[in-house]
């Protein structure tokens, strides 16, 4: 992987592992609808550089042991 | 910056390939695991998920998806398919479904990132044409439940332009909005772009005053598959015109080389081989056939291999002249794999019919093609066409053989004509209504998008 795009790969990597870890610590409806909603555009970034694990990022969540 | 993204619009065909079989391989998981559909017709080839390992297994063992097979469990007291759903309905966020002027129309449900990936697939084209953030788009349409322009919609917002809705007035108020608000794009199906500039004409208004730099258009064959078609709305609107080729219940999957060479298949969502319609053999480059595509990207309703019944001649592109290395449809969709006849022997294609019509001064571009049986029961094929209005009628005689040798002259064959006064057929909002099937019903396949 390019140096830059692995730059940003990791990145994005921290970004999400932030929303999730913040997921579990609301049960605020409005609060958990837009963290998963920046999740799904770090997701959509990652399959721009055609580097995204799962086809859907909540199979990834799921993958985490994120509970919904 | 040329592409809006150039790590897959310039990725070298050997790193497409690998990343189309990863994503192949995922889905067909995916798809099993979430849909009965699938796991049924993978049972009914005695196939798992695990069997399919190399792009040469996915294309000889992996079974063709039709439309019947995503009508097959539809009701009238479902939203959707019960077995095509691989998302939980109540995550559903959007509803489409086709015309269905023949049986049951085929239900169409997106989940939020469904829509996101439709919409994108449209910003690939905008961006590589010259649309530009903050251009403002017109919308010629009603927003009913035709997935096309409200795709298009998606990814007017998605690229941070404006959409203006012409929705909920008619042809004569929307003209009216045109000359007032002054858009940069106007969206429409093809025929009902030249139905407007027929209208302007009507109420002594040049469609050149709206200042419009664009046409973008999808639903029907439009300004990459007919040139003639392009030249004329060139020409009315003092602007470029493309299309993007759709397929509302797969994806916006093939946008405009910005060259008109064709359309592009979006390889970041989708991937496709093109087979022989009656054989289903895979196809070589540059043959013609029918186009069977897999979709990343709707994944509410998943579609593998599925045959869309559109005829396309199908090329690498390493790379197109426009820099592109997405497989090119060269003159985008051809014809419908259910409406191309063979007459004496030779195929006849709607889109080549059409082009030769255009040409002719004297006809409108107002067409019909009626399929039927000649006296021998073969499939036989006549065409009606509108005279423009300066024609007198002492001459449709005339324009009727001068139609009938410029086919002849192009494709080989001489087929029946009939010339008609203005007027005399439908105009159409949406998609025209062009190919008509009189044959038996045995001799006919069904057709609906």
Not at chain 1, 17 to 46: C, F, G, Q, R, Y
Request: proline share 5%; with cysteine; hydrophobic share 35%.
């Amino acid at each position: 992987m390019d140096e830059s795009v692995n730059e940003l790969y990791e990145l994005i990597k921290i970004a999400r592992e932030k929303i999730w870890k913040a997921l579990t610590k609301t049960d605020i409806p409005a609060v958990k609808k837009a963290l998963k909603d920046a999740d799904l555009m770090l997701h959509w970034s990652l399959w721009h550089l055609a580097l995204e694990e799962e086809l859907k990022p909540e199979l990834e969540r799921e993958k985490a042991g994120i509970s919904e | 910056m040329r592409f809006w993204n150039p790590i897959w619009e310039t990725m070298p065909r050997k790193k497409l390939d690998e990343i189309h079989l990863k994503r192949i391989k995922k889905l067909i998981r995916y798809a099993y695991t979430h849909t009965q559909l699938y796991r049924r017709k993978f049972r009914e080839c005695g196939l798992t998920p695990d069997d399919i390992n190399t792009m040469d297994d996915f294309v000889k063992k992996v079974p063709f998806t039709t439309k019947e097979d995503l009508t097959y469990s539809q009701s009238p007291e479902q939203m959707f398919a019960v077995d095509a759903l691989a998302e939980k309905s109540d995550t559903i966020i959007h509803y489409f479904q086709t015309s269905g002027t023949t049986g049951l129309p085929l239900k169409i449900p997106f989940s939020h990132y469904d829509t996101i990936k439709y919409g994108e697939d449209w910003v690939y084209g905008f961006w590589a044409v010259g649309i530009r953030p903050r251009f403002r788009f017109y919308f010629a349409f009603s927003w009913g439940m035709y997935a096309g322009f409200w795709s298009c919609y998606w990814g007017v917002r998605r690229l941070g332009c404006t959409a203006i809705s012409g929705g909920g007035v008619g042809t004569e108020d929307r003209i009216k909005q045109l000359q007032s608000l002054k858009p940069d794009v106007l969206v429409a199906t093809p025929t009902y772009a030249v139905y407007i500039a027929e209208m302007c004409r009507k109420m002594g208004v040049d469609p050149k005053s709206f200042g419009l730099k664009f046409f973008y258009g999808a639903g029907e064959p439009g300004p990459t598959a007919i040139p003639k078609l392009r030249e004329e709305l060139e020409s009315y609107y003092g602007v470029k015109a493309y299309e993007l080729y759709g397929v509302a219940e797969v994806g916006a999957i093939a946008p405009a080389c910005p060259l008109q060479l064709g359309t592009h298949l979006n390889e970041s969502n989708y991937h496709c081989i093109v087979i022989d319609p009656e054989t289903g053999e895979l196809l070589s480059e540059g043959e013609r056939g029918e186009n069977v595509v897999t979709s990343f990207a709707q994944l509410s309703q998943p579609v593998i291999k599925y045959r869309t019944k559109d005829i396309v001649e199908w090329h690498y592109s390493d790379a197109c002249e426009c820099g592109r290395t997405w497989v090119l449809y060269k003159g985008s969709v051809l014809a419908r794999s259910d409406y191309v006849v063979k007459v004496r022997g030779v195929n006849i294609y709607q889109t080549a019919i059409e082009n030769i019509i255009r040409s002719i001064p004297g006809a409108s571009p107002y067409i019909e093609m009626h399929l039927r049986l000649d006296e021998r029961k073969l499939d036989d094929m006549l065409i009606k066409v509108e005279a423009d209005q300066s024609l007198p009628s002492e001459m449709y005689s005339d324009l009727e053989n001068k139609i009938a040798e410029a086919i002849r002259g192009v494709i080989g064959v001489r087929l029946a004509v009939e010339v008609l006064p203005p007027n005399s057929l439908p105009r159409y909002e949406l998609k025209a209504k062009k190919i008509f099937d009189h044959r038996p019903k045995e001799r006919r396949m069904l057709l609906e998008r």
